[in-house]
């Protein structure tokens, strides 16, 4: 049924089509839609079945959620930025424990400074933790990829974390074709957990383990997450069978065929770098993108067979590696048969700092000219960032970092 | 109390499982069929309390369900020597996820056989003091203002034992842990205002909440017993002694534990939606020194410089807590 919703309604409402069993959330922006529209779903009565838990942090709830699943209910829960590091203790736990939680990361970044709008560095700093991580593009895709995430999860008994840009897809009024119950319980089996607490048969979860066996248990996980790697695409052919649609997978690649220059990005900017390749497609420019969906497991061969004939990488990042660079990027230069110079990274976006198309065009054609930097940072205000150090060189007492530069830009809530 | 003591006046002790009673009134210990649900073959120390404790309260929880129990464990010495993997000692389904957050993870658990319409199955969370006093209050005190069915055990040794003996907020004052070391003024714990757990789970108004010893194992099982009627945030509160930290000889436990009653150190007591209901009476009121004395963490304050004065100060928490429950009868 298609309907025009806020991204957040769409993702509470496919979540739901999955018969979660607890639910369990502590508010933090730009979640909060997402568990406010399955809280009054659990409430009114009309997702039944379900135990929807007000706890008193992210951290309490992955741990109900553990709880919940090792107990072998559907567990489902939703965070993002302070409250994803709030609870990481419980998200490596989770998966090392091999519970399958679903839950939606709407990306925000993370403080200092504060800051409530959308990077992706929440998601990025849990990338090693074992959890299947799934990035959408748009609401439609958020919504299927909820869908797919619980069987997945269940079927692999990893947890899988789908990420969502904050505001700008949970905040968005997008038009999105939401499936019946029918198409969702043909797709989505009932929850058959591999290991359950079950007086009739009781087990021991969780104990401690050695040098002996550590090694393989981790090994473990990570065979697991290889295993996703050739479940995904079959999933996504059936899924494109039963709902009629493309959404999942591994990548998808957009006018890639014969690009010498291939962009590469997660998430909602896709939609914007797409526009702007159109515009220099109209100039003659072989260039495409590469959208990353599935960025844990790395999809490795996938990537490299996809990056084959690009003499020239451009990776749009909304996270920064300090003291390194690039995330995304260091992975895809895992993936890049050529030089390691012809990749670069473009910091971009983050704390919510629009990416223009007059801004991509811009880097784009520095990346066809031969000069993009290796790591860059889109419309970094250098100036803000030269007077700051310049504080720092003239008096000891600099003071607050973030404040001065504030100051230093005068009032400001305007140019968001 | 939640049940008729019975004194075994030939040993001079409340001595558990005696074959002097009558079948009905043994303890679940003394009884054959019990569920033995720590297994032999742990590593806990000689003379460990909580070992001790933790057996007592899971198989009285397991007859109180009729074997219908789900336990969720925290970090620590009861977690680690009772799983060193692949050996487990536990004969109830059991699950350890982390130090900070065990009732988080029976509240999951309670919430998953609630919605699968199998609350016949019971829950427990079980932690050491550090693991319920610290680092897990926060998950304890939701748990408790949501009133979830989860009977909590908290197993006090008053410091973290498995990390070797460091200060928890359950740590006695005047008490040598390994970074309240026996130097300085006052030497070994400060004198703060303590964090008394028992009354902060009695503030949340949650339906059950009592305390009990290692020394008095059937009402230890009474307890496990009289929580398991109430649905709903529980809380027991058990005296653990350590051997290892406390440095008393591995056959004084359950002595050191009477003794902390005794003094009136640990206030023995049950309370319901806030209200104390009953209290464990004090049989022969003794002075605190007779609880110090034999632990070698309270060495400092006798020997070759005795200090009086603090040995005075710790009375007064005692005589406190005397007055407070109404442990002496006069
Ligand atoms: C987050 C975290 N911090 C610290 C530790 C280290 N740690 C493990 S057990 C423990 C002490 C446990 O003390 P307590 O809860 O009193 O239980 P006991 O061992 O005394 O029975 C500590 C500090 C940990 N496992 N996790
Ligand atoms: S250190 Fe103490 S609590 Fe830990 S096993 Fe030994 S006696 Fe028991
Ligand atoms: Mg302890």
């Given at each position: 049924?298609?309907?025009?919703?806020?991204?957040?309604?769409?993702?509470?409402?496919?979540?739901?089509?999955?018969?979660?069993?607890?639910?369990?959330?502590?508010?933090?922006?730009?979640?909060?839609?997402?568990?406010?529209?399955?809280?009054?779903?659990?409430?009114?009565?009309?997702?039944?079945?379900?135990?929807?838990?007000?706890?008193?942090?992210?951290?309490?709830?992955?741990?109900?959620?553990?709880?919940?699943?090792?107990?072998?209910?559907?567990?489902?829960?939703?965070?993002?930025?302070?409250?994803?590091?709030?609870?990481?203790?419980?998200?490596?736990?989770?998966?090392?424990?091999?519970?399958?939680?679903?839950?939606?990361?709407?990306?925000?970044?993370?403080?200092?400074?504060?800051?409530?709008?959308?990077?992706?560095?929440?998601?990025?700093?849990?990338?090693?933790?074992?959890?299947?991580?799934?990035?959408?593009?748009?609401?439609?895709?958020?919504?299927?990829?909820?869908?797919?995430?619980?069987?997945?999860?269940?079927?692999?008994?990893?947890?899988?974390?789908?990420?969502?840009?904050?505001?700008?897809?949970?905040?968005?009024?997008?038009?999105?074709?939401?499936?019946?119950?029918?198409?969702?319980?043909?797709?989505?089996?009932?929850?058959?957990?591999?290991?359950?607490?079950?007086?009739?048969?009781?087990?021991?979860?969780?104990?401690?383990?050695?040098?002996?066996?550590?090694?393989?248990?981790?090994?473990?996980?990570?065979?697991?997450?290889?295993?996703?790697?050739?479940?995904?695409?079959?999933?996504?052919?059936?899924?494109?069978?039963?709902?009629?649609?493309?959404?999942?997978?591994?990548?998808?690649?957009?006018?890639?065929?014969?690009?010498?220059?291939?962009?590469?990005?997660?998430?909602?900017?896709?939609?914007?770098?797409?526009?702007?390749?159109?515009?220099?497609?109209?100039?003659?420019?072989?260039?495409?993108?590469?959208?990353?969906?599935?960025?844990?497991?790395?999809?490795?061969?996938?990537?490299?067979?996809?990056?084959?004939?690009?003499?020239?990488?451009?990776?749009?990042?909304?996270?920064?590696?300090?003291?390194?660079?690039?995330?995304?990027?260091?992975?895809?230069?895992?993936?890049?048969?050529?030089?390691?110079?012809?990749?670069?990274?473009?910091?971009?976006?983050?704390?919510?700092?629009?990416?223009?198309?007059?801004?991509?065009?811009?880097?784009?054609?520095?990346?066809?000219?031969?000069?993009?930097?290796?790591?860059?940072?889109?419309?970094?205000?250098?100036?803000?960032?030269?007077?700051?150090?310049?504080?720092?060189?003239?008096?000891?007492?600099?003071?607050?970092?973030?404040?001065?530069?504030?100051?230093?830009?005068?009032?400001?809530?305007?140019?968001? | 109390?939640s049940?008729?003591?019975?004194?075994?006046?030939?040993?001079?002790?409340?001595?558990?499982?005696?074959?002097?009673?009558?079948?009905?009134?043994?303890?679940?210990?003394?009884?054959?069929?019990?569920?033995?649900?720590?297994?032999?073959?742990?590593?806990?120390?000689?003379?460990?309390?909580?070992?001790?404790?933790?057996?007592?309260a899971?198989?009285a929880a397991?007859?109180a369900?009729?074997?219908?129990?789900?336990?969720?464990?925290?970090?620590?010495?009861?977690?680690?020597?009772?799983?060193?993997?692949?050996?487990?000692?536990?004969?109830?389904?059991?699950?350890?996820?982390?130090?900070?957050?065990?009732?988080?993870?029976?509240?999951?658990?309670?919430?998953?056989?609630?919605?699968?319409?199998?609350?016949?199955?019971r829950?427990v969370?079980?932690?050491?003091?550090?693991?319920?006093?610290?680092?897990?209050?926060?998950?304890?005190?939701?748990?408790?203002?949501?009133?979830?069915?989860?009977l909590y055990l908290?197993?006090?040794?008053?410091?973290?034992?498995?990390?070797?003996?460091?200060?928890?907020?359950?740590?006695?004052?005047?008490?040598?842990?390994?970074?309240?070391?026996?130097?300085?003024?006052?030497?070994?714990?400060?004198?703060?205002?303590?964090?008394?757990?028992?009354?902060?789970?009695?503030?949340?108004?949650?339906p059950y909440v009592a305390?009990?010893?290692?020394?008095?194992?059937?009402?230890?099982?009474a307890k496990v017993r009289r929580a398991m009627e109430f649905?709903g945030a529980r809380y027991l509160?058990?005296?653990?002694?350590?051997?290892?930290?406390?440095?008393?000889?591995?056959?004084?436990?359950?002595?050191?534990?009477?003794?902390?009653?005794?003094?009136?150190?640990?206030?023995?007591?049950e309370?319901?939606?806030?209200?104390?209901?009953?209290?464990?009476?004090?049989?022969?009121?003794?002075?605190?020194?007779?609880?110090?004395?034999?632990?070698?963490?309270?060495?400092?304050?006798?020997?070759?410089?005795?200090?009086?004065?603090?040995?005075?100060?710790?009375?007064?928490?005692?005589?406190?807590?005397?007055?407070?429950?109404?442990?002496?009868?006069?």
């Amino acid at each position: 049924m298609l309907k025009q919703i806020e991204g957040s309604q769409a993702v509470a409402q496919a979540v739901a089509l999955c018969r979660p069993e607890v639910i369990c959330a502590y508010p933090i922006s730009p979640q909060t839609h997402i568990v406010e529209g399955l809280g009054e779903m659990v409430k009114s009565g009309a997702l039944a079945r379900c135990e929807f838990i007000n706890v008193e942090s992210e951290f309490a709830a992955m741990s109900v959620a553990i709880g919940a699943a090792a107990a072998g209910a559907r567990a489902y829960t939703a965070t993002a930025s302070q409250g994803l590091l709030y609870m990481a203790e419980a998200v490596f736990n989770a998966s090392g424990l091999g519970l399958p939680i679903v839950m939606t990361v709407a990306n925000r970044a993370i403080g200092a400074p504060i800051n409530i709008w959308n990077d992706h560095t929440d998601a990025m700093s849990q990338r090693d933790c074992g959890w299947i991580q799934l990035f959408a593009e748009n609401n439609q895709e958020a919504l299927d990829l909820h869908i797919q995430a619980f069987r997945l999860g269940e079927e692999l008994s990893l947890p899988v974390m789908v990420c969502m840009d904050g505001f700008i897809l949970t905040h968005a009024y997008e038009r999105v074709d939401l499936p019946t119950q029918e198409q969702v319980d043909a797709w989505l089996p009932p929850f058959e957990p591999r290991q359950v607490l079950d007086p009739a048969e009781p087990v021991s979860i969780g104990a401690m383990v050695g040098p002996e066996a550590f090694m393989e248990v981790r090994y473990l996980a990570h065979a697991k997450q290889m295993r996703a790697l050739e479940l995904i695409p079959g999933w996504a052919d059936e899924f494109r069978r039963a709902f009629g649609r493309d959404s999942g997978g591994l990548l998808h690649s957009y006018r890639t065929e014969d690009a010498d220059t291939i962009v590469v990005a997660l998430g909602s900017v896709l939609g914007t770098i797409k526009d702007t390749i159109d515009e220099m497609r109209r100039d003659g420019v072989k260039i495409g993108v590469l959208g990353i969906t599935c960025f844990r497991p790395w999809p490795l061969a996938a990537v490299r067979a996809a990056l084959a004939h690009a003499t020239r990488v451009v990776v749009i990042e909304k996270s920064l590696a300090v003291g390194l660079g690039g995330i995304v990027t260091s992975n895809v230069r895992t993936s890049y048969g050529g030089s390691a110079d012809a990749v670069h990274a473009v910091i971009a976006g983050l704390g919510g700092r629009s990416i223009t198309r007059a801004s991509l065009a811009r880097v784009f054609a520095a990346a066809l000219a031969g000069t993009l930097e290796p790591l860059s940072f889109l419309d970094l205000d250098g100036a803000l960032v030269e007077r700051a150090l310049a504080r720092e060189r003239e008096q000891r007492r600099s003071g607050p970092i973030a404040e001065g530069m504030l100051r230093d830009l005068g009032v400001v809530a305007a140019r968001i | 109390m939640s049940f008729q003591p019975v004194k075994f006046y030939q040993t001079g002790t409340f001595t558990v499982g005696n074959r002097l009673l009558a079948a009905e009134e043994r303890s679940v210990q003394a009884n054959m069929r019990r569920t033995n649900s720590i297994n032999s073959g742990h590593r806990a120390c000689q003379g460990c309390g909580e070992a001790l404790g933790a057996r007592y309260a899971i198989d009285a929880a397991m007859e109180a369900t009729g074997k219908r129990l789900i336990a969720a464990n925290a970090t620590g010495c009861l977690e680690v020597f009772s799983t060193p993997y692949p050996e487990t000692s536990w004969q109830v389904p059991w699950i350890h996820s982390l130090f900070g957050n065990t009732a988080a993870v029976a509240t999951g658990i309670a919430a998953a056989m609630r919605v699968k319409g199998r609350s016949d199955i019971r829950v427990v969370a079980q932690g050491g003091d550090g693991g319920t006093t610290d680092i897990g209050f926060g998950c304890l005190s939701g748990m408790f203002e949501r009133n979830d069915d989860v009977l909590y055990l908290c197993y006090d040794n008053g410091a973290y034992m498995n990390t070797g003996v460091q200060r928890s907020s359950a740590t006695p004052a005047a008490a040598r842990t390994a970074t309240t070391m026996a130097v300085g003024e006052p030497p070994g714990n400060v004198f703060g205002q303590g964090k008394d757990l028992p009354a902060i789970a009695m503030a949340h108004g949650i339906p059950y909440v009592a305390t009990a010893t290692v020394a008095e194992l059937r009402d230890l099982e009474a307890k496990v017993r009289r929580a398991m009627e109430f649905r709903g945030a529980r809380y027991l509160h058990i005296f653990v002694p350590c051997p290892l930290g406390w440095g008393h000889a591995a056959h004084d436990t359950i002595r050191i534990a009477r003794l902390a009653k005794e003094t009136g150190v640990f206030p023995v007591f049950e309370a319901e939606r806030g209200e104390v209901v009953s209290v464990s009476k004090i049989r022969r009121q003794l002075p605190v020194e007779e609880y110090l004395r034999p632990q070698k963490r309270f060495a400092h304050l006798f020997g070759k410089a005795p200090r009086a004065d603090l040995i005075a100060r710790i009375q007064e928490i005692a005589d406190r807590n005397i007055r407070r429950y109404g442990l002496v009868d006069g």
